[in-house]
């Protein structure tokens, strides 16, 4: 990892590779432009099993898949050989487009890179490109730091994003698997959901995700309700206001304190009650436990 952070995270992906070459000696019959541009069969390229970014819409796909049949692909996707094939490192959308327009080869740039560098590059090229839903930035932004070893700051200027953005974000990982599910869906926004994150009891969490969806509130509402929610009083810290003793109750503490040699304090309810006794030393209180041992043999 450490030759990794050497490369210069933070400087974007082109820091990452200004020195790693194109891998082209295995072109073989295969087409390579002036650039360096590698035509490779689509069938010999495979996903990316580091890629962050678990959802691709269909009707996005479809769109850029349309664009490819009229323009072809303008930018090429990133591979590294892999086995007896390639691998994605970067444009798996681009990949699945070029699939569903029936290319027969795609324009690819061949790169050699480490474990540790594709999965980076991959989790960068996309948060660059905004192309993962709030979890997904989460939990990608969270393999970095928990697989990598980079520090937030680190990450912080790997991706272009300010250090209270990243921390905001690693907060979604915390947030109830139920919520979690509403913003992969989409129905919950990464502002919706810092929101709710800063909500201290769980089960209100899951009330206002709820109210959320239901009644189509906006981040600015959701604020001013999650801090509502933390400004209510918590009912199991109340403390019942103690019910007032009477004289008959007094009389015995202070029997208790004569007899003991302590203060005594007695609670009391309709079913049942404790007495309190206090001590300040440890000889005090094996005294006392002395005294009420004594009791049995009375």
């Known amino acids: 990892m450490a030759a990794a952070k050497g490369r210069g995270l933070g400087k974007g992906l082109e820091a990452l ?23 490779i069969d689509i069938n010999e390229i495979k996903p990316n099993a580091k890629q962050p970014r678990k959802n691709f819409a269909d009707d996005k796909i479809d769109e850029l898949a349309r664009s490819i049949e009229t323009h072809g692909i303008i930018q090429p996707i990133m591979v590294r050989a892999s086995g007896e094939g390639y691998e994605i490192i970067a444009g798996e959308r681009r990949w699945r487009a070029a699939r569903r327009a ?12 480490s474990e540790e560098q594709n999965m980076l590059v991959s989790i ?20 970095m730091i928990t697989r990598f070893g980079l520090t937030q700051e680190e990450v912080s200027r790997s991706v272009g994003k300010s250090r209270p953005y990243i921390t905001n974000a690693l907060r979604l990982l915390k947030l109830p698997a139920e919520i ?9 926004t990464s502002g919706h959901a810092r929101a709710i994150a800063g909500v201290k009891d769980e ?43 009477n004289r008959e109750i ?23 009650g404790k007495i309190e006794i206090e001590y300040y030393s440890r000889e005090e ?11 049995k043999q009375i």
């Open 102 to 113: 029936s290319l027969k080869q795609i324009p690819c740039i061949v790169r050699e890179l």
């Open 17 to 39: 590779f200004n020195d790693v070459e194109i891998n082209a000696r295995d072109a073989g019959d295969k087409a390579v432009n002036q650039e360096g541009i590698l035509f």
């Open 180 to 188: 979690q599910d509403l913003i992969v869906r989409g129905e919950l």
């Open 203 to 245: 089960k209100r969490k899951l009330h206002l995700a709820h109210r959320i969806v239901k009644e189509g509130l906006s981040v600015r509402e959701t604020e001013a309700m999650a801090n509502k929610e933390n400004e209510a009083p918590d009912k199991k810290r109340i403390k019942a206001k103690a019910r007032p003793k």
């Open 250 to 272: 007094t009389d015995m503490e202070e029997e208790l304190k004569t007899a003991l040699g302590t203060k005594v304090a007695i609670s009391y309810g309709a079913r049942r």
């Open 124 to 143: 960068i090229e996309n948060m660059q490109r905004e192309d993962l839903n709030p979890m997904e930035e989460a939990d990608a932004l969270n393999q």
């Open 285 to 295: 209180l094996e005294r006392l436990l002395e005294m009420l041992l004594s009791l």
